[in-house]
């Protein structure tokens, strides 16, 4: 993550402190991946199915390791 050097150092603390939800995380993936590719997505728990018009799918799991 490139620091910003116009923000606070109070306003870089506060980003770094704060958590990302793995479910959060996957809707940005799939916002994301939209913007690029043509198929559908669908979303199941933790986790983001992609199938492509050609026959392809593909199953992206999120899990939080820590």
Known sequence: MKKNSNASPSACDDVH???I???ELLFDLKVLLKEYYV???TEDGQSLKLSFYNGQNFKL???ELN
Do not use: P, Y
């Open 17 to 19: 402190k704060s958590n």
């Open 21 to 23: 939800v793995a479910q």
């Open 39 to 41: 198929g559908k997505f």
């Open 61 to 63: 799991q999120i899990e």
